[in-house]
């Protein structure tokens, strides 16, 4: 997987964005998370090399905007082009994961109709509230390919009214960072469930690092986070994407 930052810095909206990595990392750095700049990687898909070969070669999923947001409003007056650039490379697949899918309709291309096909939007839920908020919204739009995306997972969500042939699978994770706050197995037990029942595709992808499971909490490191999720088994139907 390439990654692909057009613009750097995010504000806080909701109650996931509590102990944002993005706000962790710049910390380190003494910069202000908070503000939001076009980065240099702006037109990074469309870059070449000497040889003439594209730096992201065909086939490639992107993920996009991981370190903001790529409907954040400060970004209005750029995400056109960044539409176009998308556009461009049809031999890519564009992961855009947000946590502002109220503003998916600003600044989007007039050619959009139903979606391109070669994007993938997730839209980022971390407990039941922003489940009722946002996802109604995610399914009325024009997307070919969606994802809900839970994490960091903050309670046992209840999906059941959200889950039908629109949504193309579920990945839910725990909050990373010294102060993360506990994520349940049983919320994921449960959850897996309501995607089996519904044949949605699957995946657990990261525990957090403290995830309470028989009752007891465990601290996990950061480099193994990724591989205690895959250990417990938890993907379900991504044969059938």
């Not at 000497?50 to 903001?68: M, Q, R």
């Not at 007039?110 to 919204?137: F, P």
Request: one cysteine or more.
């Amino acid at each position: 997987m390439a990654g692909w930052n057009l613009w750097h810095g995010c504000r806080k909206v909701s109650e996931g964005c509590l102990n944002c990595y993005v706000y962790r990392m710049d910390s380190n750095f003494g910069t202000d998370a908070s503000v939001v700049k076009k980065t240099s990687a702006f037109d990074l898909p469309l870059r070449k090399k000497k040889n003439g070969e594209y730096v992201i070669p065909s086939g490639e999923t992107v993920f996009t905007c991981f370190t903001s947001d790529f409907f954040i409003q400060e970004a209005d007056e750029w995400r056109k082009e960044a539409w176009q650039i998308i556009k461009n490379r049809q031999d890519l697949h564009f992961m855009i994961i947000t946590k502002r899918i109220e503003r998916f309709y600003e600044s989007l291309p007039e050619d959009w109709e139903n979606g391109y096909k070669n994007v993938t939007i997730g839209c980022t839920v971390e407990n039941n509230r922003q489940a009722h908020r946002r996802l109604g919204i995610f399914l009325n739009a024009p997307i070919v390919n969606r994802e809900i995306v839970c994490s960091p997972l903050l309670e046992e969500i209840d999906l059941w009214s959200y889950l039908d042939e629109r949504i193309k699978r579920v990945t839910v994770g725990g909050e990373s960072g010294e102060n993360a706050r506990v994520c349940d197995f049983q919320w994921i037990l449960n959850m897996y469930e309501q995607c089996r029942e519904k044949h949605i595709p699957f995946s657990y992808y990261q525990t957090g690092a403290r995830l309470k499971k028989d009752g007891t909490v465990y601290r996990i490191p950061r480099k193994f986070q990724h591989r205690q999720a895959e250990k417990a088994a938890l993907q379900y139907g991504f044969d059938n994407i």
